[in-house]
Antibody, heavy 121, light 107 residues
Framework: QVQLQESGPGLVKPSEALSLTCTVSGGSINYYYWSWIRQAPGKGLEWIGYVYYTGSTNYNPSLKSRVTISLDTPKNQFSLSLTSVTAADTALYFC???????????????WGHGTTVTVSS | DIQLTQSPSFLSASVGDRVTITCRASQGISRYLAWYQQKPVKAPKLLIYSASTLQSGVPSRFSGSGSGTEFTLTISGLQPEDFATYYCQHLNSYPLTFGGGTKVEIK
């Protein structure tokens, strides 16, 4: 079955860029919408954005000016870049797959375990 | 952005109880709503999509209903493994947003 695994630095300095990668195993990254979601300590879930297998993207307006999500199809990976980070970006970051291959979104049926990113000098 | 308001934000219940959680959307979202269960330091698990369709492998004691702006998640016969936080999420338009969560604890 499809599994997702996040990877990347656990500590990022303020004003620098956060970069995370999600590796898809047990299936192809072709088709489906691939998202990043984060959860600040003790808080709820925040959708960051998605990349579709075609390379098209959609971002949360609250982060849009700082976010890039990209696809590396040969490696079966997709990545998150978040620039100019502050302490408010400290969170558990998840990658996830939407259940729908196309058409209306249905919900995230496959998730990574999550990776904690702390923004601190 | 569409806001989702969950109620209650916290509830205390016993094993075997029937539990209902409500999710209200700030505008109509048809049936583009999903429900998740999250346990501490774990990824959320999809329970229900399209407001009332049970995700494969999810026990039938979980059910969802509603359309438009009001939705409910019901757990019929709470089990020990059901004590967790539950989130609704809309998928009607972008940005996708989640409700604030309902924490279900043991009475």
């Amino acid at each position: 079955q499809v599994q997702l695994q996040e990877s990347g630095p656990g500590l990022v300095k303020p004003s620098e860029a956060l970069s995370l990668t999600c590796t898809v195993s047990g299936g192809s990254i072709n088709y489906y919408y691939w998202s990043w979601i984060r959860q600040a300590p003790g808080k709820g879930l925040e959708w960051i954005g998605y990349v579709y297998y075609t390379g098209s993207t959609n971002y949360n307006p609250s982060l849009k000016s700082r976010v890039t999500i990209s696809l590396d199809t040969p490696k079966n990976q997709f990545s998150l870049s978040l620039t100019s980070v502050t302490a408010a970006d400290t969170a558990l970051y998840f990658c996830a797959r939407d259940k729908a291959e196309a058409g209306p979104r249905l919900g995230f049926d496959v998730w990574g375990h999550g990776t904690t990113v702390t923004v601190s000098s | 952005d569409i806001q989702l308001t969950q109620s209650p934000s916290f509830l205390s219940a016993s094993v075997g109880d029937r539990v209902t959680i409500t999710c209200r959307a700030s505008q109509g979202i048809s049936r583009y709503l999903a429900w998740y269960q999250q346990k501490p330091v774990k990824a959320p698990k999809l329970l229900i999509y399209s407001a009332s369709t049970l995700q494969s492998g999810v026990p039938s004691r979980f059910s969802g209903s509603g359309s438009g702006t009001e939705f409910t998640l019901t757990i019929s016969g709470l089990q020990p493994e059901d004590f967790a936080t539950y989130y609704c999420q809309h998928l009607n338009s972008y940005p996708l947003t989640f409700g604030g969560g309902t924490k279900v604890e043991i009475k």
